[in-house]
Structure formats: structure tokens, C-alpha cells
Nanobody, 126 residues
Framework: QVQLVESGGGLVQPGDSLRLSCAAS????????IAWFRQAPGKEREGVSC????????YYADSVKGRFTISRDNAKNMVYLQMDSLKPEDTAVYYC???????????????????WGQGAQVTVSS
């Protein structure tokens, strides 16, 4: 079965760090572009970061640049999102997704991605 599964969410305080993991089954992640999205209550799904497979380029939303880092571990068939200096406005359900292509676009748009995980809740609150 082809699927993505996120893990690593939780409740943290402002300023804390958290690492989300995205595991693939049924296919090899390192062949494809992989993105992270998030959706807060009442808001549209927002592209957070994307990593291309063919050239390793990474893209980030302005709201997370300098705080979030996307990375791959091809041996483990995993993609990660390291989130540092977390803010209350980072609170959302986070999803990993793939467009089953090689490249990311600088604008990380949800409609370009067809395979999604189930999501992981991240809550930043004091």
C-alpha cells in the first residue's frame, strides 16, 4: 500500500523545537519531491517547505524561513521537518505530501500534490 505517515507532533512552548517525520511505505521517497503543509483551524492549507529530488533544492514559506529545515534520510526512506523557535502561530495540523514528480515549485501549492499523509497536530502554547 502506497502511503505517507507523519509522526512527531505534540504540545510545546513558544521558543521550543520539534521535529516532524514523514515515513513512506510502498514507494521510495528519495525519487520524489516532498513537501510539508500545515492547516490551522479556519484557515487554508499552507505550503511550508518542499525539497526537490533531482537537484536537492529546498523552498520555504516566508513565515518559516530561518526557523524550519527540511531534510531527507534516504537510507530510512524518511523526510523530516525540523522546527525551531516555534511560535503560537505555528499551531496547526502538519501534513507531508508528494507530487510524485522530481521538482518543487517555489510556490508550494496544495493542488499540485496528490499523495498525502494523515497529518500530525503541532500545538505551540504557554
Amino acid at each position: 500500500q502506497v502511503q505517507l505517515v507523519e509522526s512527531g507532533g505534540g504540545l510545546v512552548q513558544p521558543g521550543d523545537s520539534l521535529r516532524l517525520s514523514c515515513a513512506a511505505s510502498g514507494f521510495t521517497l528519495n525519487v520524489y519531491a516532498i513537501a510539508w503543509f500545515r492547516q490551522a483551524p479556519g484557515k487554508e492549507r499552507e505550503g511550508v517547505s518542499c525539497t526537490s529530488s533531482i537537484d536537492g533544492r529546498e523552498y520555504y514559506a516566508d513565515s518559516v524561513k530561518g526557523r524550519f529545515t527540511i531534510s531527507r534520510d534516504n537510507a530510512k526512506n524518511m523526510v523530516y521537518l525540523q522546527m525551531d523557535s516555534l511560535k503560537p502561530e505555528d499551531t496547526a495540523v502538519y501534513y507531508c505530501a508528494t507530487n510524485l514528480g522530481l521538482n518543487c515549485n517555489p510556490v508550494i501549492a496544495a493542488h499540485n500534490f496528490g499523495l498525502w499523509g494523515q497529518g500530525a497536530q503541532v500545538t505551540v502554547s504557554s
